[in-house]
């Protein structure tokens, strides 16, 4: 029987000095919304707010998708299920949806910075703010710095594993 995974409280993070944090839904969001960018235009353009939309959409159902995937499995291992614990649940993963802003924000001011009707500006940021959340959320668990820029690093490559996806399909 598998245990259900429990969001971390904060507070002092044991045998550490940092605060325990789960930045996790903040880092994965990041990537989730610098995929939806670079896959964005595969098929054919989207005007700005279309990509807007999706990034938000995308962002609430995959948010949605953890939320129920979390309390379906508390439902598993036999513990009962409250409207409390579904809304903390959805706490504790919203910055799956916060983290498609900050694209969002690029994809609608690109224009006015000379990007035009690109998503090139919104992609950067997305992988940009994926290896900061992950650089911070690993100092902020007490992690040195060397493994803390590791982990930044681990972000990065990833994020530009998406980036060279888009690039090799020709957008």
């Given at each position: 029987m598998s245990r259900s995974r429990t969001p971390a409280p904060p507070g002092p993070a044991p045998g550490g000095p940092g605060n325990r944090t789960d930045y996790a839904g903040a880092v994965y969001g990041s990537m989730l919304a610098a995929s939806v960018i670079a896959a964005s235009s595969v098929h054919e353009p989207h005007p700005r707010l279309s990509l807007i939309l999706l990034l938000v959409i995308t962002g609430i159902v995959f948010w949605a998708a953890h939320v129920y995937a979390h309390v379906a499995g508390q439902r598993e291992a036999g513990r009962r299920v409250t409207?409390?614990?579904?809304?903390?649940?959805?706490?504790?993963?919203?910055?799956l949806v916060e983290a498609s802003a900050l694209p969002a924000l690029a994809v609608l001011v690109s224009p006015w910075l000379g990007a035009g009707e690109n998503a090139w500006l919104a992609l950067g940021v997305a992988v940009a703010q994926q290896v900061a959340w992950a650089t911070l959320g690993a100092r902020r668990a007490g992690a040195a710095v060397g493994p803390a820029v590791v982990e930044g690093a681990v972000n990065l490559l990833l994020g530009l594993v998406i980036v060279a996806a888009k690039v090799a399909v020709g957008h």
């Open positions: 409207w409390g614990q579904v809304r903390e649940v959805g706490r504790h993963e919203w910055p």
